[in-house]
């Protein structure tokens, strides 16, 4: 629904059908030169909500799984499906209005000091047991 409350994921059995047809021969980077990285952030629009009864299949099961933003990468584990087979699509759902699309700034994701916070970040996650990991 478009009022934002999460909805189980539409996880499935993973798909008997060859990516090329799903995407009908396309290829993620064919229209821009560059494919979507794969920490491109996608999140359900209004009119994709909306839109939900008359999409088909894998299609779908984007729109449904993206009422809440996630990367590329995750929606593709998440649905099982190919990550260029998500890249494609979620372009198609991007110029159709139905998902949109926050491509990461190419120098914040290449500074080392991101990367650093990141991991210092991640040490700071206690264990199971409460205990923060080692920083060294």
């Avoid at 993620?28 to 999409?55: K, M």
């Amino acid at each position: 629904m478009a009022d934002g409350t999460p909805h189980p994921d539409p996880v499935r059995p993973a798909p008997a059908v060859r990516p090329y047809l799903v995407t009908a021969g396309r290829i993620a980077d064919a229209g821009s030169g560059r494919a979507l990285p794969l920490e491109t952030q996608v999140v359900a629009t209004v009119a994709g909500l909306d839109a939900l009864g008359r999409l088909c299949f894998e299609r779908y099961d984007i729109v449904a799984a993206c009422r809440l933003p996630q990367s590329l990468a995750e929606l593709a584990a998440r649905l099982r499906l190919h990550l260029n087979v998500v890249r494609v699509l979620a372009e198609d759902l991007c110029e159709a209005g139905q998902l949109a699309v926050y491509v990461p700034d190419a120098a914040a994701t290449h500074d080392a000091s991101v990367l650093r916070r990141l991991i210092d970040g991640l040490r700071a996650i206690p264990d199971s047991r409460g205990i923060p990991r080692n920083t060294e």
